[in-house]
């Protein structure tokens, strides 16, 4: 054993530097990599964004993207519902805004990926078309030395010319649809380019479902709308309640159209456990084209939409609007029509609305605004039910409660308020006798307000429906997008591309040998099938030759003798009978047995071809 003295270890010391010593014991590796440099690096991203894995990636990851756009309530669908959960997730809901989730579809990382898959794609394709191209233009390949490698395999003699033979396979395989040509002294032919042809199409179809979801996304218009039986809409951007469109959409391009509603058809299950679940909704409208255009009656009803004009107007949902007639302190009727209640219970309909009077004065000319909220129920269960709550969602038993406030509505601030709700800030309750002013009312009934202020009348009820207004120009192409990705899938999937390589050679004897061989792209057990039935279709221009009773022993051996079974001539009666073939692509009675047939050749070291070479599929 060895020690390093000082002077030894100063200069280990200074050859590593201002590191100190080595800390390790490992030998020091250098590896140089060479410098890819701009342009290397940017052909190294091409190629791995274009590659299948990373577009499966993208794929998996876009369908990753879309589980919080379905789960997490969005911007561009329900806002109401976006802001209720922010106030019932105090925690969550900052996390979920700086990842975007209230707004998936339209996020940065969303749209990343989208786009990302979409270059993929298209570097996918424009390639394996290319190539897809040449090999349509192209012949297939002449057929291997060895033959009886191949996974299907027959063969048999016969009396006929190689030329003779050849002639006729080429022109079945031709028949069959192979594309066949002879090289040498063999036909090869192939089949099943539409295997190939479905694969391009899907992954085609997948970027026309991309540009129609793009599409459809920046050029849609959607808007809904509440209609009480007798009003009606006009396609005008004023008109709609709510209204979103796509960036490159322009409102100036609204199409002149409008529609009325008659009348609301409703029914529902009156008895068995499916009481109360809805039979029927339907809504009869009249709707007309264009400025000048001629009305036409119509009728919606849920997943059955009304398409005018390249829109699209679906029924969404539908509820009661009660009639009422309200007089101010001068017995002057300050308003009279029907007031939407939206349901709070969607199976039985009980609603809840305002009703806001902003024009009313009292009797000596003074300016008092009223407001009033309340509840209604289209069945009212009785005094006995101990409920206020509907017990059926048709209107047979309606009933009206109303609670009346007077002061200032707020309608005068200048801020928007919902017409739906009644902002109490700067309200006063009415009370008489210390109690408040609220009454239930059946239809024709009056509620009197305290001090002569006036009265609100029940008139009756009315019926409303919301309908949305879409005009969504990439659904058409998304259905051929799909319809497209199912046929070129199952072409893919079902169709084999194979190829088939027939020899006919003349024998030292005088008789020709023929060989029937078959390769696949895929393992499939319908290709030794297939060519167990060409070479059936090919028995009468090349049938079996005769047995010879005494070959020369001497002759050189046939090349049909195989390391696999020789399966009988196709002419064979029993192999087309028979129901459960054996691997072999041909019937199964042996060739004629003889001392050509007696020994098996086997590939040897001084013969290294690839039978095989310019055979794959």
Known sequence: ??????????????????????????????????????IGWARWFWRQLTSMRVALILLFLL??????????????IDPTKVEQFRTDHTTLAPIYDKLG????????????????????????????????????????????????????????????????????ARRMLKKRRFRAHTVGDA??????????????????????????????SLWKSEGGKLVVEGDGFANSLTQYDNFKSGAFYDTDDLEPFGFSLKSFDASYE???????????????????????????????????????????????????????????????????????????????????????????????????????????????GGKGSGSMFSTFPALDNPRLTLTAYHGDLGVDSGLPQSV?????????????????????????????????????????????????????????????????????????????????????????DGVTVVELAGLGRSESARLPEELADLAEALGPDAPQAAETAAPDPDAPQAPETAAVPAPAPPQAAEAAADPDPAPSAAPKNPTPTGPENAAKPTDSADDPADPSEGARA
């Not at 020690?3 to 080595?22: E, F, I, L, N, Y």
Request: with cysteine.
């Open 1 to 38: 054993m060895t020690t390093k003295t000082d002077a030894a270890r100063d200069a280990d010391d200074a050859d590593v530097g201002a590191a100190g010593s080595q800390l390790s014991t490992a030998p020091e590796e250098e590896v140089s990599f060479p410098s890819l440099g701009p």
């Open 63 to 76: 369908s990753l993207g879309a589980i919080p756009g379905s789960l997490v309530p969005q911007t561009s």
């Open 101 to 168: 989730l209230f707004h998936v579809y339209s996020s940065v990382w969303f749209s990343a990926i989208y786009l990302l898959l979409f270059i993929s794609l298209i570097g996918c394709i424009v390639p394996r078309t290319w190539q897809f191209v040449g090999q349509l233009r192209s012949r297939p390949p002449g057929a291997p030395r060895r033959l009886t490698r191949l996974p299907a395999y027959t063969t048999w003699r016969t009396d006929r010319a190689p030329e003779e033979v050849l002639g006729a």
């Open 187 to 216: 036909v090869a032919a192939e089949k099943g380019y539409l295997r190939e042809a479905g694969n391009l199409v899907f992954h085609i179809s997948l970027i026309v479902i991309l540009v129609a979801v793009a599409v459809g």
């Open 270 to 380: 009156r008895t068995g456990p499916q009481k109360g679940t809805p039979r029927e909704f339907r809504a009869n409208i009249s709707y007309f084209r264009g400025a000048d255009g001629q009305e036409h009656q119509g009728k919606i009803e849920v997943n059955h939409p009304l398409e005018i004009a390249d829109s699209k107007i679906f029924l969404l949902s539908h509820g009661y609007a009660p009639v009422v007639e309200v007089t101010d302190g001068r017995g002057k009727k300050v308003y009279s029509g029907a007031v939407p209640f939206l349901p709070q219970d969607m199976q039985n309909y009980t609603s809840t609305g305002v009703v806001k009077v902003p024009n009313a004065l009292t009797q000596d000319g003074k300016r008092n605004q009223l407001g009033f909220s309340g509840f209604f129920v289209p069945t009212y």
């Open 420 to 508: 739906y709700q009644l902002e109490k800030k700067n309200l006063k309750q009415y009370k008489q006798d210390g109690r408040a002013v609220a009454q239930m009312m059946q239809p024709g009934e009056t509620m009197k307000l305290p001090g002569g202020d006036g009265s609100i009348k029940f008139v009756g009820v009315k019926q409303w429906a919301t309908f949305q207004v879409s005009h969504q120009p990439g659904n058409g192409l998304a259905l051929i997008g799909a319809i497209a990705v199912l046929l070129g899938l199952a072409g893919s999937l079902f169709i084999q591309r194979r190829r088939v390589w027939v020899r006919a050679v003349q024998g030292a």
